[in-house]
């Protein structure tokens, strides 16, 4: 008698999208998150209080002149998809609004997804490194937790989840991925983790292969500059200056860093990241 065909194993949940969509959000970063008077914002707003330019259907009345208004952090500002995900998954597409009861609770939720969505968005880049290969095992248990947690209630996610913890584990193994791809660039490379880089002059400098994590780069000039396989994994990239430079293949470099920094048609850029449309 035949045996009867396996039953094939369920496919895998897809993940979250890693990009902010906007229509599907209940302007959660317009909300959910403070910020100070300064060169990035116009005014001081706490956690929790709606921007004065919110609108009732969730969108910003000035969005195509945030820059122009002082709220060039907006223009900065990137969820990797944790704000959709909050709206639309935890919350089940209940709004705050609607649903006054969910407000305190969906604002704390807001920044824990938006960890994890990040920590997605460096763990996915990392498999598709070929030089990562030995650890894409230890990669890929990293992202189903991660994605796992992302599914989680609200309140598994503000009591039992410790963002903390599991970003530590993460950044161990997103550590020896930048160390492995680093390893194939010939020659010393620089090592600039965590250094104060702000203002420096680094034209047409030869930073491939460099170790730049962490480091302050603020207004730095790097036109010209060569960061192929260079980490940038938390460089600050306020104001600095990336005209011409050749970021191909920077590891672990994001959107919110292109988008703070300045740069025009000749900056080379991953194919995965989007040119900023304030460059020139």
Not at 109 to 126: K, N
Not at 225 to 253: K, N
Request: aromatic residues 6%; contains cysteine; glycine residues 8%.
């Amino acid at each position: 008698m035949p045996s009867s065909p396996a039953t094939p194993a369920p496919a895998p949940a897809p993940l979250p999208v890693l990009q902010a969509d906007c229509a599907n959000c209940f302007a959660l970063c317009c909300v959910a998150l403070p910020f100070a008077k300064s060169n990035d914002f116009a005014v001081n707003k706490p956690a929790g209080t709606p921007c004065g330019n919110l609108q009732q259907d969730f969108r910003c009345g000035i969005h195509t002149r945030l820059r122009d208004k002082g709220f060039q952090g907006c223009t900065v500002f990137d969820c990797f998809g944790a704000g959709q995900q909050v709206s639309q998954v935890t919350f089940g597409g209940r709004d705050w609004r609607t649903h006054p009861g969910t407000a305190r609770q969906m604002f704390e939720v807001f920044p824990v997804l938006r960890h994890l969505h990040e920590l997605l968005f460096y763990v996915s880049e990392a498999l598709t490194l070929p030089a990562a290969t030995p650890i894409h095992a230890d990669l890929r248990r990293a992202l189903a937790e991660t994605e796992e947690w992302t599914r989680a209630d609200a309140q598994a996610l503000t009591t039992d989840l410790d963002v903390g913890e599991l970003r530590q584990r993460i950044n161990t193994l997103l550590l020896k991925t930048s160390e492995l791809v680093r390893a194939k660039v010939p020659g010393r490379k620089k090592n600039h983790r965590g250094a104060d880089l702000m203002g420096a002059r680094l034209s047409g400098a030869d930073l491939r292969g460099a170790n730049l994590r962490g480091a302050y780069l603020i207004a730095a000039d790097l036109t010209r500059a060569d960061l192929r396989t260079a980490d940038l994994i938390g460089a600050d990239l306020r104001d600095t200056d990336l005209r011409g430079a050749d970021l191909r293949e920077a590891v672990f470099l994001t959107q919110p860093q292109l988008n703070a920094a300045q740069g025009d048609p000749t900056t080379r850029i991953p194919p995965t990241l989007t040119r900023p449309t304030h460059w020139t």
